[in-house]
């Protein structure tokens, strides 16, 4: 007999570890910068070092100045992924207070605010996937107490203007902001510099998309430092291994330039990509990021599986049975690749489409 867990855990799914291998294939699927950083020459850290804790300062003195903020006004975690928990554990009372979200968005930003006990108003996007704004000004209006939108979102690609994030931080200062940037470097906007002037506003940044660093998991989260203070009381401790700590540092002091040039030379690669597309008339979402969202209906599992034959990995995220379920009917996840790899797609997309 299992023993019965939380009720709140019927409400949200497992992430499936990862066994396949996909370095085999041309992996499109999990919105990774597939470049990586070729001007990274790493040196791992004194194997001595492995028997100790680690140590952050050195990491942290090097974001504060990369951010322009304090040491103590970041907080490192495991990727973004840890950080929505301890925001989530930190601002949320149990059946009590209230989060907005969007729907749909990142699925760990759902998962989080479940699993704490709030209650969630979800805000639909719109059928063009981008930001219903009357309807979040609608919500946020309410004074909830947490309000999370990624910008832009995933899978959505949905962009916020910083001008909302600006007036509502003003307008609504009971309410904490959290605004997940992990494609910053792609799209752009950003509120990263609002933080010092606000005390209700929290931004998160990642190394594991325009970076090239997934494989590290390091995230940082930034704001006021009576907040971030806060939320150091729930997360875990040493979220980030020493040898993460280390790559970082040397990536964020030797490279800052050139992920910004990479990241670029992505998004003019995913303009060529996108007009390559609609030249085949096919129905997509453009979206903010590095990715962009195919509408393939009901043929969409077929696409993937096709896909997947020719050893290119795409995500099929599609809910619901029909177009009127749910606005993801049909919709499979790209993310831009390398100028070959998106040759490779193209090659394989025109097989799909004459059969």
Not at 17 to 34: A, K
Not at 184 to 202: I, P
Request: hydrophobic residues 45%; aromatic residues 6%; neutral net charge.
């Amino acid at each position: 007999m299992v023993i019965p867990p939380r009720k709140a855990l019927n409400e949200v799914e497992a992430f499936p570890d990862s066994i396949v291998d996909r370095n085999s294939c041309i992996r499109l699927d999990y919105n990774e910068n597939t470049s990586g950083l070729p001007g990274l020459r790493v040196e791992f850290p004194d194997i001595a070092k492995l028997s100790t804790y680690p140590h952050y300062g050195p990491l942290l003195t090097r974001l504060s100045e990369m951010f322009g903020v304090e040491p103590n006004q970041i907080m490192l975690s495991t990727g973004s992924d840890e950080a929505f928990p301890a925001i989530s554990s930190t601002f949320i009372e149990p059946g009590k207070d209230t989060a907005v979200i969007a729907s749909p968005t990142f699925a760990v930003i759902r998962q989080s605010l479940v699993l704490a006990g709030a209650q969630l108003d979800e805000v639909p996007v719109l059928p063009s996937m981008e930001f219903d704004m009357p309807a979040l000004e609608q919500a946020i209006g309410k004074r909830p107490k947490l309000v999370i939108l990624p910008t832009p979102d995933n899978p959505t690609g949905a962009v916020l203007a910083p001008e909302a994030v600006m007036r509502w931080t003003e307008q609504f200062s009971d309410t904490v902001f959290v605004i997940d940037e992990a494609y910053y470097e792609y799209a752009g906007n950003t509120v990263l510099h609002m933080v010092n002037k606000r005390s209700n506003l929290l931004v998160m940044r990642t190394f594991s998309k325009a970076w090239g660093l997934a494989a590290l998991r390091v995230g940082a989260t930034i704001g006021p430092i009576p907040l971030v203070a806060l939320l150091k009381k729930t997360r875990l401790p040493f979220p980030v291994s020493a040898v993460s700590a280390e790559l970082v540092l040397q990536a964020t002091t030797n490279l800052q330039k050139d992920v910004h040039s990479a990241a670029a030379e992505t998004m003019k690669r995913k303009v060529s990509m996108i007009s390559a597309l609609r030249s085949r008339k096919m129905d997509l979402v453009e979206g903010g990021a590095n990715f962009y969202l195919l509408r393939m209906g009901s043929r969409a599992a077929a696409f993937c599986s096709h896909l997947r034959e020719r050893r290119i990995l795409v995500r099929n995220i599609s809910r619901g049975e029909r177009a009127e379920d749910h606005c993801l009917y049909g919709c499979v996840r790209v993310a831009v690749g390398t100028e070959n790899e998106n040759a490779l797609l193209l090659q394989a997309i025109d097989s799909f489409l004459s059969m």
